[in-house]
């Protein structure tokens, strides 16, 4: 379909399209159709066959004369082909599924009929385009474009390599798009699915915590120190929701510390127990297994934060002939947040290592306290 646009339709009878095709280094003439009026929309019939081609409009005025001649217009008739995908497979784990825990260079082998390359030099009259489209989005908005490494014989086959960190856990599929406009239908024999083994991650670990007090001075000067080093911590985290940037989830973690101090006269102590709910940020790295496709949970870095309680529980003095003081117990508000580093030992074993830092709001005490901690955990 040829159109064109006319500055004075009212003084138009009919239009002439010359059509030349181009051949060597010169043109040679294909079709001269003429309209029946002033449209100025042509259906080209017979069919041009696939090749390079000029045309140009000769305006007839009312008395069916030529008035005008436009200049040459170049265009081209690609040849159509409706391209098949009948399987996609990778080249490291041979199937249409791919693990983000595993190790995947990008490369998969797309094989069907009427796959031809891209065209490189904006000069093929057969050409095609690929891209990977994520589950529930529309071909027409095109998609991740891949590398194209290599194509097979007969067209039936081509070996395309898309960059992992594009990929997100999801379904995608694999478009092959013809210069003509036609695509392949979306079903499952084109069809790519990125996935973790794993959907979602439940750590749990438990160790040993020193809180230093490092603001407010109360516990110095009534107990006579600002670390504490009888003390224990426990974390559980649950990350739902994983990606290749990281994985996001909530957690619960608790402390224990008794306090104790001995001035010679008298003693006092107390217990110190915090629990707080956490939003956390978990970063894993990975590295290839040699000679194998695995890859190895190495690290996680792990960002953490959240609100919860400190609750002072029994704070008593004792002086000698069995003399208390009645008991202190205080229930406050605090936040916590925090930086650590597991290092897994095995694939689900893993030593933590890492520092919180917390306040609790006591009235007339607004103590700021580090908690540096180690623990060993399991990955469930």
Known sequence: MLSWVEDDPDAVLKYEVVIEEEVGGGYRPAV???????????QITPLLEPGYYRFKVITYDLISRPAKVSEWKRFRVYAAHQPEIRDVSSRVSHS?????EEYNDGVFTIEGHELFMPDKNNKSLEFTDYFLVPEGKDVEDGGIVPEILDGGKKNRSVTLKFNIKDLYTGDYHVVAKDASGLYTELGSKNEL?????????????????CPIIIKDSTFKDFMGSLVWPVSATAKV???????NWGYLGIGVTASYTRMFYDEGGY????????????LVYQFPIRFRVKGTNQRRHAFTVELHGGAGIAYFADYQYHFPHGIDTPKLNSTD???????????????????EAGI????????????IYLLPQVSAGFQF
Not at 237 to 243: A, E, G, I, S, V
Request: aromatic residues 14%.
């Open 32 to 42: 001269t159709l003429q309209t029946e009026d002033n449209t100025t929309r042509m």
């Open 356 to 367: 919180d830092g917390f306040m609790a709001f006591v009235p007339d005490m607004k103590s």
């Open 267 to 278: 003693t006092v102590d107390g217990n110190l127990i915090t629990g707080h709910g956490l």
């Open 237 to 243: 985290t649950f990350m739902p929701f994983k990606h």
């Open 96 to 100: 249409s599924t791919i693990y983000l």
């Open 193 to 209: 699915s990125v996935r973790y083994k794993k959907p979602f991650d439940l750590d749990v670990s438990a160790g040993y915590t």
């Open 333 to 351: 508000i605090s936040a916590i947040a925090g930086l650590s580093f597991q290092t897994y030992v095995t694939s689900r074993i893993y030593i």
